[in-house]
């Protein structure tokens, strides 16, 4: 069984660039969640895709969008960096049909906005 | 506001010395209390879901319970592998699957 795998694992930007984070789920989940991990910190929920939708956003503005597609990989947008963008980035699948499975992330990838 | 609130902070213990964690949650209708462990440079790793007041669960050295406002993490006789970040989260009963974590306890195991 393949996990959640993230990429890059490490990425240097420059403020105002855009970037692109990729995620595939693991095998069998439809349902992809993204996290913000700043340094010392805890997750914090960013947006949830099920099905190719939007279900669900955190408090982040719409300079951070998403992407869901048929195969359930994802892809996180950051446009207009910031440098408190800087952050682990976690993908995380689930079960599908069991909205209470637990989510299974990936490593993660690392961001530095400079 | 949904809200968890972890401590302490930071844990240092010797091997073999038993201790807890607590994390303290409010939330509009609890669907399900998780913990999960995360090593430096990794992404945090399942260990229990609790659903419900009274329950337990248990993985090797490890247990975990939930009352109405707090869930414990009981850690028996650890080991220095046992270091790492303790995350805790809350899904509320209504909404996306959202998880709302604590800012974690940082363990740390000495030989």
């Known amino acids: 069984e393949t996990g959640v795998t993230q990429s890059p694992t490490h990425l240097i930007k420059t403020r105002g660039q855009q970037v692109t984070l990729r995620c595939s789920s693991q095998?069998?989940?439809?349902?992809v969640s993204w996290y913000q991990q700043a340094l010392g910190q805890g997750p914090q929920f960013i947006f949830q895709y099920y099905r190719e939708e939007e279900n669900g956003r955190g408090n982040f503005p719409p300079r951070f969008s998403g992407l869901q597609f048929p195969n359930y990989s994802s892809e996180l947008n950051v446009n207009a960096l910031e440098l408190d963008d800087s952050a682990l980035y976690l993908c995380a699948s689930s079960l599908p049909g069991q909205r209470d499975s637990p989510l299974h992330f990936g490593n993660g990838t690392r961001l530095t906005v400079t | 506001e949904d809200q968890v609130t972890q401590s302490p902070e930071a844990l240092r213990l010797q091997e073999g010395e038993s201790s807890s964690l607590n994390c303290s949650y409010t939330v509009s209708g609890l669907r399900g209390l998780f913990w999960y462990r995360q090593d430096p440079g990794k992404g945090p790793e399942f260990l229990f879901t609790?659903?419900?007041a009274g329950e337990e669960k248990e993985k090797e050295r490890l247990k975990a319970t939930l009352t109405k406002k707090e869930s414990f993490l009981h850690i028996t006789a650890p080991k220095p592998e046992d270091s790492a970040t303790y995350l805790c989260?809350?899904?509320?009963?209504?909404?996306?699957?959202?998880?709302?974590f604590g800012q974690g306890t940082r363990l740390t195991i000495n030989p």
């Open positions: 095998s069998g989940h439809n349902t």
């Open positions: 609790l659903y419900s």
């Open positions: 989260a809350v899904q509320a009963a209504q909404g996306a699957q959202k998880l709302v």
